[in-house]
């Protein structure tokens, strides 16, 4: 079978203000996913269309649709004519989810991947239960452990739920679906690399913790880091006492001391420091300085955001913020729930004391006014 991509009309998505197939999940451009994915599976990459056709020996896959492996594998496995459809639970009900729901038994949400020119949903649990081990010697061994899942990308929430889709079955693959990988690690850190695979020349400390976690080469971790269910990629470096839970850094990526990242994703040569990140997504080249503070939680109702110029319900309570590329927040900056800082942006807090003062005692006036003598 062979598989065409479907343009679509999306616009350019902020704050990073890319096209969709620019858009990175796990560090990879979603339009080259894509085809990964499908040559992955056998399909024969047969270029762009503006539109599906009728062929029934062709998969139209929407530029803007990201699906797991196994969800491919298990939707063409069917054999049958029509679009992919998800059954969610619980199920998501926001204005910000762009998928739509199909009418029938258990509600599936259906999504721009189809055979052929039926547009009948073609229903797979969310999460599946098959899969294959691979052995040395090329043997293959079934294994329940597998994910499907799959992402219409329209916007900055959006990329950041393809994105930690996305870990799960990474992990897997480098790790249960790779068991060697995992065994060298657990025996080159003596039980500090639980379930994990780790590049050459990268180094763990003796009292760092880390858990099903896949780690590039040349990356470093800290003392008394704790790190569970992330993928670190090449050059990466986390300091002392990090705690990080699914999520991902980039390429040359930085987590200072008492770095706090969760449910993350930080783009190539970005920097976090103390406090940290929870539900953020960050660009590439990003500062976010220690005690600068992005919330991550409406303490009435849902984080609302922006999308299409209206503010509408995000469908969650617990969302941090996008940030865009080469963005600085310097400390004592606190960016509110669900918000977007376009590229380039620098914020400063009007109490740093940008030009040193001459001798005498000085200080700050009420409200942040500029430093005055005592």
Not at 2 to 26: D, H, K, M, N, Q
Not at 280 to 301: E, V
Request: net charge positive; aromatic share 6%.
């Amino acid at each position: 079978m062979r598989v065409v991509r479907v343009r679509t009309s999306a616009p350019a998505i902020a704050p990073w203000g890319e096209p969709v197939g620019a858009l990175r999940v796990l560090g990879e451009p979603l339009a080259e996913r894509q085809e990964r994915i499908a040559r992955s599976v056998g399909l024969t990459w047969a270029g762009e269309a503006d539109g599906p056709g009728r062929e029934s020996d062709t998969l139209w896959w929407d530029a803007d649709v990201d699906v797991s492996r196994p969800t491919l594998r298990r939707f063409l496995a069917l054999k049958r004519e029509g679009r992919l459809a998800l059954v969610e639970r619980p199920a998501r009900s926001a204005a910000i989810d762009v998928e739509p729901i199909a009418e029938g038994e258990g509600d599936p949400r259906v999504f721009g991947l189809r055979v052929g020119a039926a547009d009948t949903p073609v229903v797979l649990p969310a999460r599946g239960i098959a899969g294959e081990v691979r052995l040395p010697l090329g043997k293959r061994l079934p294994t329940f452990a597998t994910v499907q899942t799959a992402t219409t990308v329209q916007h900055w929430v959006h990329l950041l739920r393809a994105n930690l889709a996305a870990l799960l079955p990474r992990i897997l693959e480098g790790t249960l679906m790779a068991p060697w990988a995992a065994a060298w690690a657990l025996l080159r850190f003596r039980f500090r690399a639980l379930g994990c695979s780790v590049g050459r020349g990268s180094s763990i400390h003796p009292t760092a913790r880390l858990e099903g976690c896949i780690v590039g080469r040349d990356v470093q971790v800290g003392a008394y880091s704790v790190l569970r269910g992330c993928v670190i990629d090449d050059g990466a470096i986390v300091e002392d006492h990090v705690t990080a839970r699914l999520a991902h850094v980039g390429r040359d990526g930085h987590l200072a001391n008492y770095a706090m990242c969760n449910l993350s994703v930080l783009g190539a040569r970005t920097s976090v420091g103390h406090i940290g990140a929870q539900a953020c997504i960050l660009g590439d080249d990003t500062f976010l300085s220690t005690f600068a503070t992005l919330q991550d939680l409406a303490l009435q109702g849902n984080v609302r955001v922006e999308l299409g110029g209206a503010i509408v319900d995000s469908g969650t309570p617990f969302l941090g913020s996008a940030l865009g590329h080469r963005v600085r927040i310097g400390s004592g900056i606190t960016v509110a729930a669900g918000r977007v800082i376009h590229n380039d942006t620098t914020l400063v807090s009007d109490d740093v004391l940008r030009r040193p003062p001459g001798p005498g005692r000085w200080g700050s006036g009420a409200g942040g006014a500029p430093w005055r003598p005592l």
